[in-house]
T-cell receptor
Framework: DGGITQSPKYLFRKEGQNVTLSCEQNLNHDAMYWYRQDPGQGLRLIYYSQIVNDFQKGDIAEGYSVSREKKESFPLTVTSAQKNPTAFYLC?????????????????FGPGTRLTVT | GEDVEQSLFLSVREGDSSVINCTYTDSSSTYLYWYKQEPGAGLQLLTYIFSNMDMKQDQRLTVLLNKKDKHLSLRIADTQTGDSAIYFCAESRMDSSYKLIFGSGTRLLVRP
């Protein structure tokens, strides 16, 4: 089955610690994304990557870092510099970050990781 | 502006139709999407419509797009209790194709 996996589903950390959230896809998608969701709000883009070894900041990148060493993997590190890290984190992927010729831009999402920092 | 707006809550009786509305502001939108999110889960793509279309039907789902008013709606026919979820509309734009702009979601409650 093709899809996107995120692990773990729930993650607890103490304030001041960095934590890395995993995202893996076997859809052969070029583009991958990280979003943050807070209660009662829509999704906000943290980082995105259109191709291996390249990534760009989204709207709320401060306090986060990413890497894209493999096409299948796009891990997100929540650093101690992130002031309000407790949230639901969603990873997504799409065929291409640019839609391709005649293509669409639909993104497919993983099940999410709920991070709680105390 | 970047806003995509949705009403927060909709309650319907099982078997009735549900209509979830969304307005967006950018006329350069290329595709518009509807996603469904069940509690504690990721987003599931339900359907999408290209901006030069007026309507798209897919089984119980009907999407209507009024580009002049920048209004998008999702109609769910014969709504079931399993349709209870949060529904997000999202748009992609010609100038930033990678980025989806999401509304804040409409919580649909289906009463038995």
């Amino acid at each position: 089955d093709g899809g996107i996996t995120q692990s773990p589903k729930y993650l607890f950390r103490k304030e001041g610690q960095n934590v890395t959230l995993s995202c893996e896809q076997n859809l052969n998608h070029d583009a991958m994304y990280w979003y943050r969701q807070d209660p009662g709000q829509g999704l906000r883009l943290i980082y995105y990557s259109q191709i291996v070894n390249d990534f760009q900041k989204g709207d709320i990148a401060e306090g986060y870092s990413v890497s894209r060493e493999k096409k299948e993997s796009f891990p997100l590190t929540v650093t101690s510099a992130q002031k309000n890290p407790t949230a639901f984190y969603l990873c997504a992927s799409s065929v291409s970050g640019t839609g391709g010729v005649g293509g669409t831009y639909e993104q497919y999402f993983g099940p999410g990781t709920r991070l709680t920092v105390t | 502006g970047e806003d995509v707006e949705q009403s927060l809550f909709l309650s319907v009786r099982e078997g009735d139709s549900s209509v979830i509305n969304c307005t967006y502001t950018d006329s350069s939108s290329t595709y518009l999407y509807w996603y469904k999110q069940e509690p504690g889960a990721g987003l599931q793509l339900l359907t999408y419509i290209f901006s030069n279309m007026d309507m798209k039907q897919d089984q119980r789902l009907t999407v209507l797009l009024n580009k002049k008013d920048k209004h998008l709606s999702l109609r769910i026919a014969d709504t079931q209790t399993g349709d209870s979820a949060i529904y997000f509309c999202a748009e992609s734009r010609m100038d930033s194709s990678y980025k989806l702009i999401f509304g804040s979601g409409t919580r649909l409650l289906v009463r038995p």
